[in-house]
């Protein structure tokens, strides 16, 4: 058993992931706790995760909150059968060895709300921690393709999970 737990978004969950504040490079993925962000967090494609104490451990995303605007142009959202997602670990707990454990129970989170859907995320490409824990879980790199971000272009990559036999 998990454990980690998934809940729809709530208002409250909403504003505490949305100040959270990740280190250098990673603070790409900072929100600025504006009614915007908080609104996006309550779109209805956000859940967030408790640990078994009860505490705010992180978030996932589905469908098109999960997407990169660059991945239109690059093809990747074609696919109807592919799940987009994204998701956040509570910056106190990135880089600690908690990210695969986490992302397991994300996985079997999915596969119970959306049976039968092929799982697809998106990564920053200078994010090679968390490429390495997603290809551990058995996620593979499809394609590399560029996106806006504030007045730059970064590197993106979508990846695709393939389940293993066990």
Same mark, same amino acid.
Request: charged share 25%; net charge negative; with cysteine.
């Given at each position: 058993? !998990? $454990?980690?737990?998934?809940?729809?978004?709530?208002?409250?969950?909403?504003?505490? +992931? !949305?100040?959270?504040?990740? @280190?250098?490079? *990673? !603070?790409? *993925? %900072?929100? &600025?706790?504006?009614? %915007? !962000? #908080?609104? @996006?967090?309550?779109?209805?494609e956000?859940? *967030?995760?408790?640990? @078994?104490? %009860? &505490?705010? +451990?992180?978030?996932?995303?589905?469908?098109?909150?999960? $997407?990169?605007?660059?991945?239109?142009?690059?093809? /990747?959202?074609? %696919?109807?059968r592919?799940l987009?997602?994204?998701?956040?670990?509570?910056?106190?707990?990135?880089?600690k060895?908690?990210?695969q454990?986490f992302?397991?129970a994300?996985?079997?989170?999915?596969?119970?709300?959306? #049976?039968? $859907?092929?799982?697809?995320?998106?990564?920053?490409?200078?994010?090679e921690?968390? /490429?390495?824990?997603?290809?551990? #879980?058995?996620?593979?790199?499809?394609?590399?393709?560029?996106?806006?971000?504030?007045?730059? @272009?970064?590197?993106? #990559?979508?990846?695709?999970?393939?389940?293993?036999?066990?």
């Open positions: 058993m !998990s $454990r980690y737990r998934f809940y729809p978004m709530t208002k409250d969950r909403a504003l505490q +992931i !949305s100040k959270w504040q990740y @280190e250098y490079p *990673y !603070s790409m *993925y %900072d929100m &600025d706790s504006s009614e %915007d !962000s #908080i609104l @996006e967090l309550m779109n209805g956000y859940y *967030y995760a408790l640990d @078994e104490h %009860d &505490d705010l +451990i992180g978030f996932i995303c589905v469908g098109e909150s999960g $997407r990169v605007p660059g991945g239109y142009a690059a093809g /990747i959202y074609r %696919d109807l592919k987009d997602i994204g998701l956040g670990l509570k910056p106190d707990f990135t880089g060895g908690r990210g454990e992302l397991t994300v996985l079997s989170f999915l596969n119970n709300q959306f #049976i039968n $859907r092929h799982i697809q995320l998106v990564v920053a490409a200078f994010n921690r968390a /490429i390495k824990v997603y290809e551990r #879980i058995g996620f593979v790199k499809e394609t590399h393709f560029r996106s806006k971000y504030e007045e730059k @272009e970064l590197e993106f #990559i979508s990846m695709s999970y393939v389940k293993k036999n066990v």
